[in-house]
T-cell receptor
Framework: DTAVSQTPKYLVTQMGNDKSIKCEQN?????MYWYKQDSKKFLKIMFS???????INETVPNRFSPKSPDKAHLNLHINSLELGDSAVYFC??????????????FGEGSRLTVL | GNSVTQMEGPVTLSEEAFLTINCTYT??????LFWYVQYPGEGLQLLLK?????DKGSNKGFEATYRKETTSFHLEKGSVQVSDSAVYFC???????????FGTGTRLTIIP
């Protein structure tokens, strides 16, 4: 039973299209995240939600719009896709906002390729 | 701002070899330090952590010591196995800020 699951795992699409990646966690965590990993493996936070409320937005273009319908789900919608959006997107969750455990639980990643 | 620098990969070792993956950091205050591991086809998972200077984190034969004087958190293992092949990420966070800052990852391959 996967703790943090994201779909799809692979996504290939054309420039200018709109796409969504979905994430669900069954750990009962309050906080969820989206991270982007570029081609050089650099992993950077994009958004963080705590109990459906946005708490971190790291200067991400507004073509990226996260949505959290409930605390177990955090979806990422991307409008007008650009070549530079090609990356692996990781969803993660943690037990408590501000907790110093540093323990995030990650999904397997969604590899987005924009042609 | 915070940053993490870890050794470039890929690293290839023979089974039972000694492993060191270097990690140094820049941060304000007194961050907590972490190593995450990503096995093929899986998400990242926490391997070990240390929350204050001179703490040693350990798990699955891996260990790392929080060295404030050298701002380092090097990962070591005395005898690696093929199953240790993965990508290893060093990371830090400041207290009250769940925003982890990751290094670029080091791909480790162990050959029999």
């Amino acid at each position: 039973d996967t703790a943090v699951s994201q779909t799809p795992k692979y996504l290939v699409t054309q420039m200018g299209n709109d796409k969504s990646i979905k994430c669900e966690q069954n750990l009962g965590h309050d906080t969820m995240y989206w991270y982007k990993q570029d081609s050089k493996k650099f992993l950077k936070i994009m958004f963080s939600y705590n109990n459906k409320e946005l708490i971190i937005n790291e200067t991400v273009p507004n073509r990226f719009s996260p949505k959290s319908p409930d605390k177990a789900h955090l979806n990422l919608h991307i409008n007008s896709l650009e070549l530079g959006d090609s990356a692996v997107y990781f969803c993660a969750s943690s037990q408590a906002q501000g907790a110093d455990t540093g323990e995030l639980f990650f999904g397997e990643g969604s590899r987005l390729t924009v042609l | 701002g915070n940053s993490v620098t870890q050794m470039e990969g890929p690293v290839t070792l023979s089974e039972e070899a000694f492993l060191t993956i270097n990690c140094t950091y820049t941060a304000t205050g007194y961050p907590s330090l972490f190593w995450y591991v990503q096995y093929p086809g899986e998400g990242l998972q926490l391997l070990l952590k240390a929350t204050k200077a001179d703490d040693k984190g350990s798990n699955k034969g891996f260990e790392a010591t929080y060295r404030k004087e050298t701002t380092s958190f090097h990962l070591e293992k005395g005898s690696v196995q093929v199953s240790d092949s993965a990508v290893y990420f060093c990371a830090l966070s400041n207290f009250g800020n769940e925003k982890l800052t990751f290094g670029t990852g080091t791909r480790l391959t162990i050959i029999p």
